[in-house]
């Protein structure tokens, strides 16, 4: 019996803000394939393709996730498969309910929606980790914690949330959260 893959949902935008954002989205996409993550997202270009082509050069599998009836365009040539929902609500759930791993990067409206309802899916559905990454999510992180938009209460904890400036920081981040638990022989 083989051990399920691991997914990592990765919103980032068609539009990238800077080529700095373009190579930290193709490395973050390696590191994911190199881990052996399946990776998900919209499927297009931009950002995702960068982190798709990344993966897919580590030997990845890229799954894009899509409406159905949509015309957005082709996707892009390193998805592997696509799946494609009758609805908003089911594409958000299709990236929260199986993700192990969220990782949001700069965008448009259309990132912007998909990352605050990773927010309050984290929040009260499931914690699953939601990694800002990159200078325009960090930004973006900032305004929203200045504009009290996005703050942490007893009941409201924030700790799915990090924020990760540069791929030096996300490796870090993957090797810890790819770590073996390790049990003492008191806890067994």
Known sequence: ???????????????????????LAYNI???????????????????MEDAARGAANRGGHVVAVSLEGMKWGEFNPYIGASVHL???????HRFLDTADLVIAMGGGVGTL???????????????VPIWLCGPTALRLAAFLRTERWLF?????????????????GFTRALSVFEAPSVVSAGDR
């Open 152 to 168: 942490e209460t007893p009941t409201r904890p924030l700790s799915f949330l990090s924020e990760i400036p540069d791929i030096e």
């Open 113 to 127: 929606h998909e990352l605050t309802a990773a927010v309050w899916y984290a929040g009260n559905i499931r914690p």
């Open 1 to 23: 019996m083989s051990e399920k893959r691991k997914t990592a949902t990765f919103f980032g935008g068609v539009v990238p803000a800077s080529d700095v954002e373009r190579d």
């Open 86 to 92: 009758p609805t908003m609500g089911e594409r958000l």
């Open 29 to 47: 996409g390696a590191g994911l394939g190199a881990a052996g993550f399946v990776l998900q997202h919209g499927g297009y270009n931009g950002l």
